[in-house]
């Protein structure tokens, strides 16, 4: 496995062209926050605003509709109930479904209509909740341009894998038999994995343990694919992008707060631009 560092994501996040249109940055659909998760929802459209992303939509509980406008005004927002969402879904560049999900039957529902409604040209993140539905209820996803981003828990549902199993030499085989598309295993460090490419990430720290770090990931992974396009190493600079956020504020805080890790994206994507 090889370590993914800073000048490799710099070779993804190149300047932007003068006449660039936010057409062109990708329709991030978000699928995300449940009644109680609410803010999961907030973080990873947060996430995915502040990493570049060219519109985004969050489909939520309707609870959650006035707090994501105060705290996001350039998300746009549908209730997940709404008869509409199927036809947002076909039309988005990028679906993240799972983050705040919840598991119980309602959550079920609304990941079974993501999985039908996503088109084949579509990069799908699957995340948290979504993670944790698909192994308890078996559901076999066969979208190719699916990313997965479980941590050691998570993937030990979906695969059956204990975490001290989860290595650099097994992980890739268990992802090439059993998960279509890019595994990112979070952890420390996180891995991300592809058929013909396997990475470790150098950024990142313990600062980044605080419920919600996970849920911003998801935001960055979208927006990086919206404007960068589905491969290994557009995930992996996401991943990097993303921790080096957080490295940055652990540079003079304890903490790297969720919020503010997805608040500091656009300095290292600007950092790497100039690169
Ligand atoms: N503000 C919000 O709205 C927030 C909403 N959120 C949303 O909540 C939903 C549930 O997600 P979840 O991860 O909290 O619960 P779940 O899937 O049951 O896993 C917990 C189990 O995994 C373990 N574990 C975890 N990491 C590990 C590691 N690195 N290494 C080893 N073990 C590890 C952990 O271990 P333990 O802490 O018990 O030692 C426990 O056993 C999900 O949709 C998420 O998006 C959260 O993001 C929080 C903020
Ligand atoms: N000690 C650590 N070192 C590096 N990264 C960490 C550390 N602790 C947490 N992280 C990162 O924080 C994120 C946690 O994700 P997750 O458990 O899904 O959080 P949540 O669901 O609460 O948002 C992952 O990206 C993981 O790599
Ligand atoms: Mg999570």
Not at 120 to 126: E, F, H, P, T
Request: proline share 5%.
């Amino acid at each position: 496995m090889q370590d993914f560092t800073e000048s490799m994501a710099a070779q993804v996040v190149r300047p932007r062209n003068n006449a660039n249109y936010k057409g062109q940055n990708g329709h991030i659909v978000i699928v995300a926050g449940n009644e109680r998760f609410g803010g999961a929802a907030i973080m990873s459209a947060q996430a995915a605003v502040y990493a570049g992303a060219g519109l985004v939509t969050v489909a939520t509980a309707a609870k959650n509709h006035a707090p994501l406008h105060a705290r996001l005004p350039e998300a746009m927002v549908i209730d997940w109930a709404d008869a509409n969402l199927p036809i947002l879904l076909r039309q988005a560049d990028v679906i993240v479904v799972g983050p705040g999900l919840g598991v119980d039957a309602a959550a079920l529902g609304i990941l079974s209509l993501v999985l039908s409604a996503v088109t084949d040209s579509a990069a799908l993140i699957i995340d948290g909740s979504a993670i944790t539905l698909i192994a308890e209820n078996h559901i076999k996803v066969l979208h190719q341009q699916t990313i997965w981003t479980p941590h050691p828990i998570e993937l030990q549902r979906l695969v059956q894998l204990a975490p001290p199993a989860q290595t650099d030499i097994v992980l890739p085989v268990v992802a090439h038999d059993q998960l279509p598309g890019i595994l990112v295993a979070k952890g420390a460090p996180t891995r991300t994995i592809a058929d013909h490419a396997a990475f470790r990430n150098t950024s990142g720290g313990p600062a980044m343990a605080t419920g919600g770090t996970g849920d911003t990931l998801t935001g960055v992974i979208a927006a990086f694919c919206g404007q960068f396009g589905f491969n290994v190493h557009v995930v992996a600079a996401a991943v990097w992008t993303h921790s080096a956020a957080a490295d940055l504020l652990a540079a003079d805080q304890y903490v790297a707060v969720p919020s503010q890790v997805a608040a500091a994206v656009p300095k290292i994507m600007r950092r790497l631009s100039q690169q």
